[in-house]
Nanobody
Framework: QVQLVESGGGLVQAGGSLRLSCAASGRTFNSYVMGWFRQAPGKEREFAAAITRSGASTYYADSVKGRFTISRDNAKSTVYLRMNSLKPEDTAVYYC?????????????????WGQGTQVTVSS
């Protein structure tokens, strides 16, 4: 199993930037595909980004492509989400998630491990 703890959320003006971090417990962090998801008020949780175990490949939702960057540091058991050019519609609770194995996914149900979430609010 892996336990995940997000940090780095907050209030930012439109056009600003934030970097989210997700620290994982355990010694096998590099065995997990990692993902970032988000849930806006009144909406379902949606995929934002994913990164393969080595960090060699990354995947993004169209809504964040070109603005968000996912990365990982396996030595620190941490995954990051750098968010630039933030928009009010990026306001949501952001969750990191872990999926054991080599295959990435954008489906919530494919990730059995989740953090508690961190709030990101973008003001206009």
């Amino acid at each position: 199993q892996v336990q995940l703890v997000e940090s780095g959320g907050g209030l930012v003006q439109a056009g600003g930037s934030l970097r989210l971090s997700c620290a994982a417990s355990g010694r096998t962090f590099n065995s997990y595909v990692m993902g970032w998801f988000r849930q806006a008020p009144g909406k379902e949780r949606e995929f934002a980004a994913a990164i393969t175990r080595s960090g060699a490949s990354t995947y993004y939702a169209d809504s964040v492509k070109g603005r968000f960057t996912i990365s990982r540091d396996n030595a620190k058991s941490t995954v990051y989400l750098r968010m630039n050019s933030l928009k009010p519609e990026d306001t949501a609770v952001y969750y990191c998630a872990a999926r054991y194995g080599a295959s990435w996914s954008e489906r919530n149900d494919d990730y059995p491990y989740w953090g508690q979430g961190t709030q990101v609010t973008v003001s206009s």
